[in-house]
């Protein structure tokens, strides 16, 4: 694609950056039929490629118009069009500079200003998150008063309660059974400390179970995966200065083989850490250093080798799901169902399996009626396995397909965790219907 930048913009390393990946997309079109938004509304600007014209128009111009806006808030980063694209366009890093570019410059209504820094006050701090969802309970009462992205906010708490706090959350040390093979971090999230304390608790018991020391330092949190793509880069920046501080200081003094992940979500964000500060001479090195060390918990058990093996269970079937941050931000496709195989159970292939849900982070309250048509339509995919339950490796599909199926979904090294002799994966509690 021919760009038309000036030297005087060019001088900016984010415009630089820019410029050499608009370079590389030659018009082809293959990305449209992996993206989801476009294969619902075919709208051109609302593809991959429509979307890189506007972001194109936006950055050499300098203005942001609200038609860009419009279309790059449909994105859902799902990054299926990096996957199908020939040429290696690094749509992400294009759409995450748009979005801060919005952020910083593009003035929204007030209501969605308000709404957005709401979420990025409330998500990323679990204290903050468990308050609110606690206040949300008797506001189910009064939701038919409340605002409509407000009544949706309200309406994603889990009816089956709140989980109490899982005490894996707190700093500390659990030592491998057996002789030691792996010292590895454990990324604890922010959304998951409070929703999906089971998932951390699986995976510390699978982690020793394979030889693994677990650490849960002190300070780290939020890997800042939801401010940033809410184009909120600073605050971003900030969650991630605090993880790599506190693995830094874990790796110096006592070293560490891994950051071990359990939300793919963050580790797309995670493993960015060197290109998020690939400009700051102060956090480069170090920043590298945890991008580096990452690993999603699937890579690690499966370079650990052995089979959990699981006679007892039957042979369930389980219908995989991939999550978009697995499996397009990650290109982790394969160590899930092997591992899940491996464990005994008969994995099932999902249709349309590019296809995002629609969880997206905060993608499902902030464009609720794109979600809800993904969500269902991945719903409607699930039922066709005619499996007995669904696998992932993200807590937000989770929350977002439990409103459109009663298919009880599990975290894959909760199965693995069962396999092993740990306990009976409980399902997701049904969330509240579509549409409500
Ligand atoms: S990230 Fe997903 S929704 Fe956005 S343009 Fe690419 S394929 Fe479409
Ligand atoms: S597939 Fe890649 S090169 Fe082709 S239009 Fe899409 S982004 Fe551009």
Redesign the pocket.
């Given at each position: 694609?021919q760009t038309n930048f000036t030297p005087v913009q060019l001088a900016d390393a984010g415009v630089q950056e820019a410029d050499s990946i608009l370079r590389?997309?030659?018009?082809?079109?293959?990305?449209?039929s992996t993206c989801p938004t476009y294969a619902l509304l075919g709208d051109e600007r609302d593809s991959?490629?429509g979307r890189?014209y506007l972001m194109k128009d936006m950055l050499e111009s300098g203005e942001v118009r609200d038609t860009a806006v419009r279309h790059i808030d449909r994105c859902l980063s799902c990054l299926a069009?990096t996957t199908?694209?020939?040429?290696g366009?690094d749509?992400m890093h294009l759409v995450d500079s748009a979005r801060a570019r919005i952020e910083g410059e593009y003035t929204r209504p007030l209501s969605d200003r308000l709404f957005r820094a709401l979420l990025a006050v409330l998500l990323p701090r679990p204290w903050l998150f468990r308050l609110s969802l606690i206040a949300a309970i008797p506001g189910r009462w009064v939701a038919w008063a409340l605002p409509a992205r407000l009544r949706r906010l309200v309406a994603t708490a889990p009816r089956g309660g709140i989980p109490a706090p899982s005490p894996i959350h707190a700093p500390q040390v659990f030592a491998a059974h057996g002789p030691r093979r792996k010292r590895v971090a454990l990324v604890q999230g922010c959304v998951q400390q409070v929703l999906g304390g089971r998932i951390s608790e699986a995976t510390v018991r699978v982690m020793r179970g394979r030889g693994c020391e677990v650490v849960v330092s002190e300070g780290a949190g939020c890997c800042g995966a939801l401010p940033h793509h809410l184009g909120r880069l600073d605050e971003a920046k900030a969650f991630a200065k605090r993880n790599i501080a506190a693995w830094i200081r874990e790796d110096t003094e006592r070293g560490l083989d891994a950051i071990v992940l359990n939300a793919s979500g963050c580790g797309t964000t995670l493993r960015d850490y060197g290109h998020m500060f690939a400009d700051d001479p102060e956090w480069r090195d170090r920043a590298a250093r945890v991008a580096a060390l990452a690993r999603d918990v699937s890579e690690v058990l499966t370079d650990l080798g052995g089979s959990t093996g699981a006679d007892l269970l039957g042979a369930p079937s389980i219908a995989y799901h991939d999550s978009c941050s697995l499996r397009h931000g990650q290109g982790i496709t394969r160590q899930p169902r092997d591992l899940l195989a491996k464990a005994g159970f008969v994995v099932a292939e999902v249709g349309e399996g590019h296809m995002c849900c629609g969880a997206a982070g905060t993608y499902n309250v902030l464009q609720p009626e794109i979600a809800d048509q993904l969500g269902a339509r991945k719903a409607a995919n699930l039922a066709q396995t005619g499996a007995g339950a669904m696998a992932c490796a993200n807590l937000g599909c989770m929350l977002h397909l439990a409103r459109f199926t009663d298919l009880p979904m599990v975290h894959t090294v909760e199965l693995l965790d069962w396999a092993a002799g740990g306990p009976r994966p409980e399902p997701m509690a049904r969330g509240p219907v579509a549409n409500q």
């Open positions: 694609m590389k997309c030659v018009h082809c079109g293959f990305c449209l991959p490629r890189i069009c199908s694209c020939p040429s366009v749509y």
